[in-house]
């Protein structure tokens, strides 16, 4: 079975800080892990994923499989960056798309 | 690209219907999954369409059922609505890229049952 934890619902941290949401999986097979991200009142739409290792609006996650965490990161926080954001996980067979999501955590950026 | 769209966006039904949702996919995209989002629950797979056929499954009772068309639009039913149905539904297409996949939502359907 696949199960996605956010232990975080909410979050604030103060603009120009540092901004770390967690992200811990369980799955036994090799899985892919997102990020995604929803503004208000715009759609779900993918912020990063660990396949492509790249920064997305200064945001980086890294998988790390001993700890079984994929948290995201962002060394200096915007006030833009307020949003509702959800770690998913995809089993990577082939075939599979279904994506299995943690509760999200709600970040707000304090001016 | 146009995006994902979903019609109708505001749906509110009475206990015991039936409503029936779609969605259309972007062009070229062949998959097409299905997903509620309550607050309590968040976002939970229902499942998900390629090439017309049931793919994958999530744990939802068979009063939730849905197809795909040849042109890779979707539509989810529900029979027999239960206040508990009360949602968001998402749905979102994907096609797959070098080994991964990515998924594209559309603004969702918001049932309201009564």
């Known amino acids: 079975a696949q199960r996605v934890t956010q232990p975080e619902k909410l979050l604030s941290v103060f603009k120009g800080a540092p901004v770390e949401l967690k992200c811990n999986y369980s799955y036994s097979g090799s899985p892919e892990l997102f990020w995604y991200v929803q503004y208000s009142r715009q759609r779900l739409q993918l912020l990063l994923r660990?396949?492509s290792r790249e920064s997305i609006k200064g945001f980086t996650a890294d998988l790390n499989k001993g700890e079984t965490s994929f948290h995201l990161k962002k060394p200096f926080a915007q006030e833009e960056d307020s949003a509702m954001y959800y770690c998913?996980?995809?089993?990577?067979?082939?075939?599979?798309?279904?994506?299995?999501f943690g509760t999200g955590t709600r970040l707000t950026i304090i001016p | 690209k146009a995006g994902v769209t979903q019609t109708p966006r505001y749906l509110i039904k009475t206990r015991g219907q039936q409503v029936t949702l779609s969605c259309s996919p972007i062009s070229g995209h062949r998959s097409v999954s299905w997903y509620q989002q309550t607050p309590g629950q968040g976002l939970q797979f229902l499942f998900e369409?390629?090439?017309?056929?049931?793919?994958n499954k999530g744990n939802f009772p068979g009063r939730f059922s849905g197809r795909q068309f040849s042109n890779s639009r979707s539509e989810m039913n529900v029979s027999t609505l239960e206040l508990g149905d009360s949602a968001l539904y998402l749905c979102?297409?994907?096609?797959?890229?070098?080994?991964?996949?990515?998924?594209?939502f559309g603004p969702g359907t918001r049932l309201t049952v009564t």
């Open positions: 660990h396949i």
């Open positions: 369409y390629f090439s017309e056929t049931q793919r």
């Open positions: 979102a297409s994907s096609v797959t890229s070098g080994g991964t996949n990515e998924q594209y």
């Open positions: 998913a996980l995809r089993a990577s067979n082939f075939g599979n798309e279904k994506l299995t």
